[in-house]
C-alpha cells in the first residue's frame, strides 16, 4: 500500500504531457581568462563559449531523463554555472562548478531552495566546439557530460524524495552509475580520495545508514511546506521532524556533506516559518541545528531561549 501510494503522489505531480524535466538556465562565465593570457582574446573565442553554454542547456533541457512526461509548469528549474579558471589548450578547460535547483510549494507561488552547491575543486573538462556531447551512464565518454548527466540524477533523486518517501532511489542509483563509469575512466573528482567530491554526494544518499536524510527531504518539502497554508503548526511539527531526522543522521556521520548542504540550503527558510512560532518549537530548531550544523546555529542565534 506504501508503495501504491507514493506511486500515486509522484504521478499526482507530473501529468501526461510530453516535455523535458528540466528548465535549466546556464552560464558560461570566462571573465578570469580575461585577465590571463590563456584565451578570451577574439570572436571566436566569444562564439565559443556561447556555443559551449548552449550545448550545455541542449543536452540538459533536450534530453529524456525519465520515463514521465512533464507538463511545462512542472519542469524542474536549476541553473548550472561554470566559472573558468584556466585554459591550457584550445579544447581543454579549468572551472568551478555551481549547481542551484528550487522546487515548487504546492498551494502557493513560492518555491524553495532544494539544491545549492559549488565544489571547491578544480573541475578540469574537454570541449570541441560543434561535437555532441555524449553520454551514457555506463559509459565514460567525457567528464563535462559525466559531470552534468550525475548533477541531473542526484537532482531528480532530491527532488523526488520530496514528494514521495524514497522517490528518488532510482535516480541515486543512476548517479552511483555515472560516478563509477567516471571513476573508471580516471577523471578526477570522482573517487573517494577527497572528503568532499561527487562520489561522497553520491554515497550519502545511497547508503542505508543515511536513511534519515531521504525522510528529511519527504517530511520537511510533503508534509511540511506543502501543508503550511492548510495547517501551519502541523507543518511545523513536520519540518521539525525532517530536522529530526538530519541530527540522527549526524549522530552516524558528524558533518556529512549532503547534511550540511541541507541545512545551508534551509536556514533562512527555518528562519521565516519559525519566527512567529511558539517559544519552544524555536528553542527545539535552535537545539536541532546546533547539533546537526553548529556553524549555522549563529543564524538562529534568537532563536535560543536558554540564553
Same mark, same amino acid.
Given at each position: 500500500m506504501r508503495r501504491i501510494?507514493? *506511486? /500515486?503522489?509522484?504521478?499526482? @505531480? !507530473? @501529468?501526461? /504531457? =510530453?516535455?523535458?524535466? !528540466?528548465? @535549466?538556465?546556464?552560464q558560461v562565465n570566462p571573465q578570469k581568462l580575461m585577465t590571463t593570457t590563456q584565451g578570451y582574446s577574439s570572436d571566436s573565442d566569444k562564439k565559443l563559449f556561447d556555443n559551449m553554454k548552449q550545448a550545455i542547456e541542449d543536452f540538459v533541457n533536450g534530453r529524456r531523463w525519465t520515463n514521465l512526461d512533464f507538463q511545462p509548469v512542472e519542469q524542474i528549474d536549476c541553473s548550472i554555472?561554470? *566559472?573558468?579558471?584556466?585554459?591550457? &589548450?584550445?579544447?581543454?578547460?579549468?572551472? =568551478? /562548478? =555551481?549547481? =542551484?535547483?528550487?522546487?515548487? /510549494?504546492?498551494?502557493?507561488?513560492? #518555491? #524553495?531552495?532544494? !539544491?545549492?552547491?559549488?565544489? &571547491?575543486? #578544480?573541475f578540469n573538462f574537454s570541449y570541441t566546439d560543434g561535437q555532441p556531447l555524449d553520454f551514457d551512464v555506463n559509459n565514460y565518454y567525457?567528464?563535462?557530460?559525466?559531470?552534468?548527466?550525475?548533477? @541531473?540524477?542526484?537532482?531528480?533523486?532530491m527532488y523526488f524524495d520530496s514528494f514521495s518517501p524514497n522517490g528518488g532511489d532510482p535516480f541515486f542509483q543512476l548517479a552511483q552509475q555515472v560516478q563509477q563509469a567516471a571513476e573508471t575512466g580516471g577523471a578526477s573528482g570522482w573517487n573517494s580520495s577527497d572528503?568532499?567530491?561527487?562520489?561522497? !554526494?553520491?554515497?550519502?544518499?545511497v547508503n542505508g545508514a543515511y536513511a534519515g536524510l531521504h525522510n528529511a527531504y519527504y517530511l520537511y518539502h510533503r508534509q511540511g511546506l506543502d501543508m503550511m497554508t492548510k495547517d501551519q503548526p502541523t507543518a511545523r511539527q513536520a519540518i521539525i521532524s525532517a530536522l529530526e531526522n538530519l541530527q540522527q543522521v549526524s549522530k552516524v556521520r558528524p558533518n556529512l556533506m549532503s547534511v550540511q548542504q541541507f541545512v545551508d540550503v534551509k536556514i533562512q527558510e527555518l528562519v521565516s516559518i519559525f519566527t512567529p512560532a511558539p517559544a519552544d518549537e524555536k528553542q527545539r530548531v535552535y537545539d536541532l541545528v546546533k547539533d546537526t550544523s553548529p556553524i549555522n546555529a549563529v543564524k538562529i542565534k534568537d532563536f535560543n531561549t536558554k540564553k
Open positions: 501510494l507514493s *506511486i /500515486v503522489l509522484i504521478m499526482f @505531480c !507530473f @501529468c501526461v /504531457v =510530453q516535455g523535458q524535466e !528540466f528548465r @535549466c538556465t546556464v554555472a561554470l *566559472i573558468l579558471n584556466s585554459r591550457t &589548450s584550445a579544447t581543454e578547460f579549468g572551472s =568551478q /562548478v =555551481q549547481i =542551484q535547483m528550487r522546487r515548487p /510549494v504546492y498551494n502557493s507561488t513560492y #518555491t #524553495t531552495g532544494l !539544491f545549492n552547491y559549488m565544489e &571547491s575543486g #578544480t567525457g567528464n563535462l557530460s559525466s559531470m552534468l548527466g550525475y548533477y @541531473c540524477y542526484l537532482m531528480l533523486g572528503s568532499k567530491n561527487r562520489y561522497w !554526494f553520491m554515497e550519502n544518499h
